[in-house]
């Protein structure tokens, strides 16, 4: 239950090369090497708890993995049952996708997670996943962690979700690999698209028509990743923010992905008034490039549509729509109730300890632009609000307690941090 005391920053500019790897691509490289023949490459994975933890799993279920500090390779024939109970930490994806992974693979697993994870609502995985013949369970009828799989046969499927969710899509997408037929999933706005693209570069017969995934069953194994794992762009996106609320500053995130369902909340960020452009540098898997960001005065905003692509970077943007003049609203965003923490209430409450004016609803919030006054804020064990009110701290100083859940995806954070700003750790 470590905290940290924030200092006021200064303008600053400076160029950010070493901003932590992507975390859904990092448990994505780990998990579907899996399902591979051959050795999968992956450099500059996430050392962070929630995708060593998933990748202690993938060994667990007898994978060989050879690490010498820059490249990890990972070879299997084929997922284990394994002895051990699968601990997933603090991450809803990892449980997720491998409630999908697993639910076809022989034997028996159990999935667990940490005390925050353990509450998250698992019933959007484990329902449909049962409806195609899963054997699938745990507390609350199967809702919550721990969970018990007992790999089975599944039937294929035409599933039209109800929610824009990239881990369910990408749990049903894993299941539907190992179905007996053709399989469809079909969302109401199109989520993050990682694991279609990657295991269509790993040779999946895997198609996208514009909100519908069509899914053929494996015939072999597929190729082995050789894959650079980019910069997360909701990582970078704290530093965004800094930039842009700090008058005359300026950042250059280098080496980020730049796909399109991953940088909509700069895109957001640029509506309201911030200087940002984009540069190209790779395109193999996933889209790479630089993003520079330049203080401008801001103004509110709507936030309403695809939601599903800036729904991690909701709290941070919402640090932004404080120092913004006038009123912003985010609408249609309950997804947020379920993440480590209901993040809808933990920005609220954050953002009104700080003297901000924000009115919450069932979908989203309001917030009035004002003037951020320091305060003492809880981050409930939650990596993204413990990091967003520190950037608010950039501003007015803040104190932020329970920051260990930080070390779950940008170990280097307050490296960086401390570039811009005085720090100091209780």
Not at 39 to 57: G, K, M, P, Q, V
Not at 391 to 396: E, N, P, Q, T, V
């Amino acid at each position: 239950m470590s905290k940290v005391k924030v200092f006021p920053a200064e303008k600053f500019s400076l160029s950010m090369d070493e901003i932590a790897p992507d975390k859904s691509i990092s448990h994505r490289s780990a998990m579907f090497s899996m399902l591979a023949c051959g050795t999968s490459e992956i450099s500059n994975f996430l050392r962070a708890e929630d995708t060593l933890n998933t990748l202690e799993i993938v060994k667990n279920l007898g994978a060989k993995i050879e690490d010498d500090g820059t490249i990890i390779k990972i070879s299997s024939d084929g997922i284990q049952e394994s002895s051990k109970i699968l601990d997933c930490g603090n991450s809803g994806t990892g449980m997720r996708l491998f409630c999908g992974l697993l639910s076809s693979a022989n034997g028996h697993f159990i999935l667990t997670g940490d005390e925050y994870l353990c509450r998250r609502p698992m019933k959007r995985v484990t329902s449909p996943l049962r409806d195609i013949g899963a054997k699938l369970d745990g507390r609350n009828d199967g809702d919550l962690a721990p969970l018990s799989i007992r790999g089975a046969s599944l039937k294929a499927f035409d599933y039209v979700s109800k929610i824009a969710s990239a881990q369910v899509k990408s749990a049903m997408i894993l299941a539907a690999l190992r179905a007996d037929g053709i399989c469809t999933y079909t969302e109401p706005e199109l989520s993050r698209d990682h694991t279609e693209r990657m295991l269509k570069g790993m040779g999946a017969e895997v198609k996208v028509d514009g909100l519908t995934t069509t899914i053929a069953p494996m015939k072999e194994l597929l190729s082995p990743l050789k894959i650079r794992v980019p910069a997360d762009p909701s990582s970078a996106f704290f530093f965004a923010v800094a930039a842009a609320i700090t008058p005359d500053s300026k950042i250059i995130l280098e080496g980020v992905t730049l796909n399109v369902t991953r940088i909509e909340a700069f895109k957001a960020l640029e509506r309201m008034g911030a200087d940002i452009k984009y540069e190209l540098t790779d395109d193999k898997y996933e889209p790479v490039g630089n993003i520079t960001v330049s203080y401008a005065p801001l103004h509110a905003i709507t936030v309403e549509e695809n939601i599903s692509w800036l729904i991690d970077e909701l709290p941070a943007l919402s640090i932004a729509f404080a120092c913004a003049k006038g009123v912003s609203v985010v609408k249609n965003a309950e997804e947020l109730r379920v993440k480590e923490s209901d993040r809808i209430s933990t920005v609220v409450n954050g953002l009104m300890a700080c003297g901000i004016t924000v009115d919450e609803y069932k979908d989203g919030y309001t917030v009035k632009g004002g003037l951020l006054q320091s305060a003492a804020i809880d981050s409930h064990g939650d990596h993204r609000i413990a990091m967003s009110f520190i950037i608010a701290g950039l501003r007015c100083g803040m104190e932020v307690d329970d920051i260990d859940c930080i070390n779950t995806s940008f170990p280097n954070f307050f490296d960086l941090l401390s570039r811009i700003t005085k720090v100091e750790f209780k």
